[in-house]
């Protein structure tokens, strides 16, 4: 089971970012895929998760308008569409698999995480 995290970067306020989370060794359509992210000093927060049943759970209030997470099987890969970007989005981001069908808002329900991949917005 291995999820690469990419497409983070240096971006300024309001502008947009899509991340991606590339999965090998495991068909990702049958499992839970959550986003979580991570500034300096502060744990990890739950995002958005997509079950294996594509519904999707928005976690985080201030994120629920400007962030959409989808996911394409043919590509088995899940997506983490950020638009409206603020200095506070900035964090280093992760996706992760609960290992079932399930999503959840707690990191330690995670078994297997992509390495990250940082989110830096400027003012």
């Known amino acids: 089971v291995q999820l690469q995290a990419s497409g983070g970067g240096l971006v300024q306020a309001g502008g947009s970012l899509t991340l991606s989370c590339a999965a090998s060794g495991f068909p990702s359509s049958y499992y839970a895929i959550g986003w979580f992210r991570q500034a300096p000093g502060k744990g990890r927060e739950a995002m958005s998760c997509?079950?294996?049943?594509?519904?999707?759970?928005h976690y985080e209030e201030s994120a629920k308008d400007r962030f959409t997470i989808s996911r394409d099987n043919s590509k088995n890969t899940v997506y983490l569409q950020m638009n409206s970007l603020k200095p506070e989005d900035t964090a280093k981001y992760y996706c992760?698999?609960?290992?079932?069908?399930?999503?959840?808002?707690?990191?330690?329900?995670?078994?297997?995480w992509g390495q990250g991949t940082q989110v830096t917005v400027s003012s």
């Open positions: 997509i079950t294996a049943s594509n519904d999707i759970i």
């Open positions: 992760g698999t609960t290992g079932g069908t399930l999503c959840s808002r707690y990191a330690d329900e995670y078994t297997d």
